[in-house]
Structures are given as structure tokens and as C-alpha cells.
């Protein structure tokens, strides 16, 4: 998979699927939407081209507003790739290209590829004021030279799936449910930092991530979970997310304890594929009152993740 930063004109001279969209999470109706696009690509000996934007629009439709994404760029572009597009662009989106109409914008992805069909989502709208819906999507088609196909929502269980509601589940704790809709775990990354080194003073060292402030982070608590190392091991881990309050703690942290493992994370990139909210973050009375609550964590963690529980 090839990734452009920009529409610039001329950037493909082949025919090309294209499909258009936030894309956050990537989850299983974006999925489909792409493998869609790349099997009708294929289908007509054409390129597959998949157009997301950066920053993500509501940054710049909604300044000021927390993002809380699924994933940042990086998770994003993984996910893409691995649907096997042969294009991936990730155009920039401003206050320029807010004020564009669908017509003009279209105008502008033509410019740079020679699109002759587009599939979208049933929902999709573009353009100023979002009146690019797609009615107005195949009108512009008629005149610049490509079709538009549209896919009817995904549903797991009846339940439509999408970014919001996927992102209601993290909010409140629901990994599990996200997961399901995302197709895989729901994940959390960043670099490992230094902390104040009180898991260890305790006996449960714990890896602090820092992840991307423009990431919904899940509701405090304890969760099962799979770490994903730089080196490409996974371990089994338990991670809080949370203040800390038996430590008095205000600010909100992400520190996972990897099981049956040592080793040095510092400065590292780890990710955590979160299964299962074991229990609200809470605080104890005492240190050891804690340390016999994150042992029975472990415990329960090892059985969620299929692991011998240990004595």
C-alpha cells in the first residue's frame, strides 16, 4: 500500500475505486466498505484508493471539542493496510477545504485521480454544509465521469454498527462490546514513560503509556488485556485506567502490568488490546487491602485470557 499526504494532481494516471471517509476506528462497516472498493478494483483491473483526512474533520468543524477517537493516525493506517488498498491518501482537512463544495472538492480529488467509480457509506455526505450527499454525490458523477455505490449499514446482532456508538461502549467500560464491533480489541498505544515507580515499590511494575490526549480513553477501571511489544511479543497484562486514588492520584493514567514478564519498556511503543473490564477503579484503606484486590485482578485476568491461574 502506497500513502500520499496530499491530492496533488496527477498523483495516479490509472483508472481507479475509490472510496471516501473519516474512517475512525476502522471497524467492520468501514471494513467492508474498503474490501468492497479493492474487490470492485480488482474486478475492473483498476487501482483501489482509500481518502481519509488529517487532522480529522471535527477538529476543525468543531475547534475546542474533545476528539475522543478510536484510533489515532498510526492505528489507523495499520488497520487500512492490512485490507490491502493499493492507495491509501490521507489528505489534509482546513478551513479551506470546509468552505469547498461537493462539486468543488470532487473537482480537486479528480484532478489528482482518475476516479471512475466511488462506493460510501449509506449516510455519506460531503462538502460545505454537507449537501455532497449522495443524491447530489451521483450528479456530480454524471458530469465528471464516475459512479457512485453506496453499502447499507452493517449490523452485528441487529445493531447498526458505528464510530458513535462504538465510542459510547468505550466510554462506559464496554471493551468487550466495542470489540465486537470494531472486529478486534479495542486498543490503546503510545510510548512507555516513567512514572513515580509505586506499582513496583508494591510488586506489580507497571508499564505507563502515554496515549494520544485526542483518544477516548475507556471509564476508570481494571481491564484484561494483551500487550503488544515493539518486538512483536505479546504478553498477557492487566491495565488500570484511572486516577489512583488510593495514592490520591488526579491525573488520569494508563499502566499496565504485563504478566510473567521483565524486562525494560522505557521509551518503547506498547499496545494494549483491551478484552474485558474486570472492575471500577476504586480506593482502599490501606496498601495491602489494594495488593490483595490486584491479585485477585491477576487472577481473573489469567482466566479471561485462557492462562493456568497461579497460586
Not at 480529522?56 to 475522543?68: K, N
Not at 449516510?123 to 457512485?148: C, K, S, T, Y
Not at 484511572?242 to 510473567?260: H, I, K, M, S
Request: include cysteine; glycine fraction near 10%; charged fraction near 25%.
Amino acid at each position: 500500500m502506497q500513502i500520499a499526504r496530499d491530492l496533488i494532481p496527477g498523483l495516479a494516471n490509472r483508472a481507479t475505486v475509490l472510496t471516501i471517509g473519516r474512517f475512525d476506528g476502522v471497524h467492520l462497516g468501514h471494513q467492508q466498505l474498503i474490501r468492497t472498493t479493492v474487490e470492485r478494483a480488482c474486478a475492473l483491473d483498476m487501482l483501489s484508493a482509500v481518502l481519509t483526512w488529517e487532522p480529522h474533520p471535527r477538529a476543525v468543524l468543531q475547534p475546542g471539542q474533545p476528539l475522543q477517537l478510536l484510533s489515532d493516525l498510526d492505528e489507523k493506517i495499520e488497520q487500512i493496510r492490512r485490507l490491502e488498498p493499493d492507495l491509501l491518501i490521507i489528505a489534509p482537512f482546513t478551513e479551506e477545504i470546509r468552505r469547498l463544495s461537493a462539486a468543488e472538492y470532487m473537482a480537486q480529488i479528480c484532478a489528482a485521480l482518475p476516479v471512475r467509480e466511488i462506493w460510501v457509506g449509506e449516510d455519506f455526505a460531503m462538502g460545505r454544509g454537507r449537501e455532497g450527499d449522495i443524491p447530489r454525490l451521483m450528479e456530480i458523477g454524471r458530469q465528471m465521469g464516475f459512479a457512485v455505490g453506496a453499502l447499507s449499514k452493517y449490523t452485528v446482532a441487529g445493531i447498526p454498527v458505528s464510530s458513535s456508538r462504538i465510542r459510547e461502549l468505550v466510554l462506559a467500560g464496554n471493551v468487550a462490546g466495542a470489540g465486537a464491533l470494531l472486529g478486534r480489541p479495542f486498543a490503546l498505544h503510545g510510548i512507555v514513560t516513567r512514572g513515580d515507580g509505586r506499582g513496583r515499590q508494591i510488586g506489580f511494575p507497571t508499564a505507563n503509556v502515554q496515549v494520544s490526549p485526542d483518544v477516548a480513553l475507556p471509564a476508570n477501571g481494571v481491564y484484561a488485556c494483551r500487550a503488544n511489544l515493539a518486538t512483536g511479543a505479546v504478553v498477557p497484562a492487566v491495565t488500570n485506567i484511572g486516577v489512583r486514588p488510593t495514592f490520591d492520584g488526579t491525573r488520569r493514567v494508563v499502566e499496565a502490568y504485563l504478566l510473567d514478564w521483565e524486562g525494560d519498556l522505557y521509551d518503547q511503543r506498547l499496545r494494549l488490546e483491551l478484552l474485558m473490564r474486570l472492575r471500577n477503579e476504586r480506593k482502599f484503606n490501606s496498601i495491602d487491602e489494594l495488593v490483595t484486590q490486584i491479585r485477585h485482578d491477576v487472577a481473573e485476568a489469567r482466566a479471561v485470557l485462557g492462562l493456568p491461574v497461579r497460586s
